[in-house]
């Protein structure tokens, strides 16, 4: 840059400055702020764009900030994938089989709370929460079951489970291998994030390093056996859930994503075997150009450390593809029918950031599990979506963006220097040890309330624009006690049908081998073949692992 332009640049950066302060001074204004708390200027110009290379950039070329497809949705929708899990296994069976007739294109498993946490349905711990908050799995005769007549080679299935993963995969491999299907033609993903559960949602069994064992082999397995498997999910969504601010989640999932890559090089993998199936789960927030600008530099940041950082040649490896959900967080009991209307601009939020799959909540679900009825209605909001608003038809149209692509820089210099402190304190695994990961949530968390309580954040007929009527009554899904009991009926008629020899046996070969250093996955599998159970295997691994205990932060 000549020293001529040089001073044209500083004139306009000192115009715009002025322009701003005659603003601040005509309209009286306090700084507007958006949720992560960074100031919203009233303008944007090409002088607020770190430099002028994003304006070169084209969908489908690296560093992918502007899509990873360059046809954008013109070539293939999203996937519409509902998450979907209640009571027994026959009955979401029978609720997977109406979204698929209703247009869905692919499935999403919801566990109850027991399965999250390893349990078989007929432990004295589950008692009460059988099939309360999705379906009960303790087996490969419940997955069997929740898939009858659903062709497994043919539909992609999402499993949101953490701490007892790779054991409901193998359950899900068995049932595959069960309907005649080929593992290679196998597709999906199971979300087998665990270092997010130490840090938000809580649903773990084993110790740290055991916990990253079992996902390194499932990356190593399922690499040879299941090329077109997404081996982890890995999810930004349950710690924006907990109160972090777009940049955490954006930084923490990341850091996150690093740490399993080192982990899968320690082990010998090569970078490219095991990369281009990593997926990721995002969170859409309330925030509608923020999220936008968050995906965007997701797909940034993910592509350069993986060229620069980890020597990833495969261009598959450099590509972020990822699900997004609607925020959950942000549904509300009161006047739960304007949690459609934050559904539908949450889901235009992700779509416009170039999502390849996507849930849409319910309007009920911070009330209870969704009706048939909102399942329908949070579905038709993607399709009208995708079929009458033209959205889909150009790929990344707010790029170019004065304050779309000034967010999505903001956010990018945010999250690294996350990452600098982040490696200060040690990594993530430290980080977790010591509580820094989890204050950080915490902190903005409590911020985060405090500003609803004290009205500097409006959430709509919550703190402001209250009705005094009484609240609007929508009928509820109700899973009753009978589903415990029937669940615990086919339990014991599993276990009173099976080879109980052969049981003992595949338990005590995966118990020695946890002692070494082998692949559990092959073990784990057979043991699924066998009809072992949820908590039998989990058992057999935690009594050389151990149980993993959340030390005292606070």
Not at 118 to 138: L, M
Not at 181 to 196: H, M, P, S
Not at 382 to 390: F, I, N, P, S
Not at 404 to 424: C, G, N, P, Q, W
Request: some cysteine; overall charge negative.
């Amino acid at each position: 840059m000549t020293t001529a332009e040089m001073l044209e640049l500083d004139r306009l950066r000192e115009e715009v400055a002025q322009w701003r302060a005659r603003f601040d001074a005509a309209t009286k204004r306090n700084a507007l702020f958006a949720n992560s708390g960074h100031v919203v200027e009233p303008l944007y110009t090409a002088l607020d764009i770190a430099g002028d290379a994003a304006a070169a950039e084209v969908p489908g070329e690296f560093p992918f900030t502007r899509g990873i497809h360059p046809t954008g949705y013109r070539g293939k929708l999203w996937t519409m994938r509902q998450f979907a899990g209640f009571g027994t296994a026959p009955e979401t069976n029978a609720r997977y089989k109406y979204l698929l007739s209703q247009g869905q294109t692919g499935l999403s498993v919801a566990f109850d709370f027991p399965t999250l946490m390893g349990y078989d349905s007929d432990h004295p711990r589950s008692e009460g929460e059988v099939g309360k908050c999705g379906v009960a799995i303790s087996s490969l005769a419940d997955m069997e079951t929740l898939f009858e007549g659903i062709p497994l080679d043919k539909v992609s299935v999402s499993m949101t489970i953490n701490g007892p993963a790779v054991i409901l995969f193998a359950f899900y491999v068995a049932a595959a291998e069960k309907q005649g299907a080929v593992a290679a033609e196998l597709r999906g993903t199971i979300q087998n994030d665990i270092l997010k559960e130490y840090m938000a949602q809580h649903a773990w069994v084993y110790p740290i390093e055991p916990a990253l064992r079992l996902i390194v082999d499932n990356f190593a397995w399922s690499a040879e056996h299941v090329p077109l498997w997404n081996t982890i999910s890995i999810s930004g969504y349950h710690i924006r859930e907990a109160g972090a601010t777009a940049a955490q989640e954006l930084a923490f999932t990341l850091a996150d994503g690093f740490t399993y890559v080192e982990r899968g090089i320690a082990r010998g993998l090569d970078v490219d075997d095991f990369a281009p199936r990593l997926s990721f789960f995002w969170d859409i927030h309330n925030d509608f150009f923020e999220e936008i600008a968050k995906l965007r530099a997701a797909r940034r940041i993910w592509a350069r450390h993986m060229r620069e950082r980890f020597g990833a040649k495969d261009t598959r490896s450099l590509i972020m593809r990822f699900h997004s959900q609607t925020a959950g967080v942000t549904l509300t009991a009161q006047q739960p029918m304007n949690n459609i209307v934050r559904v539908a601009y949450q889901a235009m939020a992700a779509v416009l950031g170039g999502t390849q799959s996507l849930h849409t909540n319910s309007m009920d679900e911070t009330l209870a599990l969704p009706t048939e009825q909102a399942v329908e209605v949070a579905l038709r909001t993607q399709q009208v979506l995708a079929y009458e608003t033209g959205v889909p038809n150009v790929a990344d149209p707010l790029g170019g963006s004065y304050y779309v692509e000034a967010l999505t820089d903001k956010l990018e210099s945010e999250a690294e220097a996350l990452f600098t402190k982040i490696e200060e304190v040690g990594g993530v695994v430290r980080g977790l040890e010591t509580g820094w990961l989890q204050r950080q949530i915490s902190e903005s968390s409590s911020r985060q309330q405090w500003e609803v309580e004290q009205r500097r954040r409006t959430i709509v007929g919550v703190n402001d624009f209250v009705t005094d009527e009484g609240e609007l009554t929508i009928p509820l899904l109700k899973v009753g006690a009978e589903a415990e009991r029937e669940q615990r009926s086919r339990m014991a008629a599993m276990r009173a049908s099976r080879d109980d020899a052969l049981v003992k046996l595949r338990l005590a070969a995966l118990r020695d081998a946890a002692k070494t250093d082998a692949n559990l996955m092959p073990l784990i599998l057979d043991c699924a073949r066998a009809y072992c159970t949820l908590y039998e295997i989990r058992a057999a691994m935690e009594e050389v692992f151990g149980a993993y205990r959340e030390p005292v932060f606070f």
